[in-house]
């Protein structure tokens, strides 16, 4: 891990650019900022891709899948196929394919509709999110919530819909079913849904579960490298060859420096510099810029 970290300058990017052969994008904040993209980043991966740089997107926001996601740059502009995305919520299901988890079992939900469809993507019977948005508890009816006994896991991911229903119904099969497993496809405690501001991230839906459960969760998403597996069987490129450019300290570039890669931290998102700089930071990239595009001016320079 380095003391500190270095300005991206045309020496050293050129440096960075000749040693790494694909570049781990986070979405949120670097690519785009709610359901606008950041300017110059079209351009940007263009040019990384026409030096036949690889490019994969590594987002812990689990509301979308892969192919929601594909859509969304589709959407923007940007041409990127569901092959190239790593989802928290593609890591969920993949957990659980990976733990064998019996096909008798269910899933319950707290998150959004891409957690469910890569879940049966993986054959992976689940329930809840979006369905039970507009559920209500009645306490002063002396409400009882009867839960399923055969859900095998609760999977939480950022949900805007969050509610006491599904709080309760979460709660109950952790602690009531043996064996419940307790997933969080990541603790981010905020993130840009929007353009204009930050919001509460699924940081805010997983303590809530930790509260009443007093367990805590097996995290899938960044910075745990449980997705860099994958990556690696996939694209046949090594952790040094590697460069993870995203805007948070905690989980971008804690997972690349978890996994051995390089790391580039943009200050277009949730971090500032005043934040990297600070003496009780101990999470320092190797290098730091202001946006992606700044990367497309310094190939020219």
Request: charged share 20%.
């Amino acid at each position: 891990m380095s003391t500190s970290s270095q300005p991206l300058s045309p020496s050293n990017f050129r440096d960075l650019f000749d040693s790494v052969e694909a570049f781990l994008f986070d979405c949120d904040g670097v690519i785009w900022k709610g359901d606008e993209l950041i300017q110059g980043v079209s351009q940007t991966l263009q040019m990384l891709r026409s030096k036949g740089k690889k490019l994969v997107f590594v987002t812990n926001n689990s509301w979308k899948s892969r192919s929601q996601y594909a859509q969304k740059f589709q959407s923007l502009g940007i041409s990127v196929s569901q092959d190239e995305i790593f989802s928290s919520s593609f890591a969920a299901a993949m957990y659980l394919k990976a733990k064998d988890f019996p096909s008798q079992n269910k899933v319950y939900v707290i998150g959004g509709e891409g957690i469910l469809e890569e879940l049966r993507l993986a054959d992976i019977t689940a329930f809840g999110g979006p369905e039970d948005a507009n559920k209500t508890i009645d306490l002063k009816q002396n409400c009882f919530v009867e839960h399923d006994k055969s859900v095998g896991a609760v999977v939480v991911g950022i949900d805007p819909n969050i509610n006491y229903y599904k709080l309760q119904y979460g709660t109950l099969c952790i602690r009531e079913n043996p064996g419940c497993l307790f997933i969080a496809t990541n603790r981010d405690a905020v993130g840009h849904m929007t353009a204009l501001q930050e919001w509460p991230g699924a940081g805010c839906m997983v303590a809530a579960i930790c509260g009443s459960t007093q367990k805590e969760p097996v995290v899938v998403g960044k910075p745990s490298t449980f997705m860099m597996e994958f990556l690696l069987k996939k694209f046949n490129v090594s952790c040094s060859k590697m460069c993870m450019v995203g805007d948070r300290l905690d989980t971008d570039i804690l997972f690349g420096q978890n996994a051995g890669c390089k790391t580039l931290l943009v200050l277009s998102g949730v971090t500032t510099q005043s934040a990297l700089q600070d003496p009780s930071n101990n999470i320092q990239p190797d290098y730091y810029t202001n946006t992606i595009s700044d990367m497309l001016d310094l190939s020219r320079a």
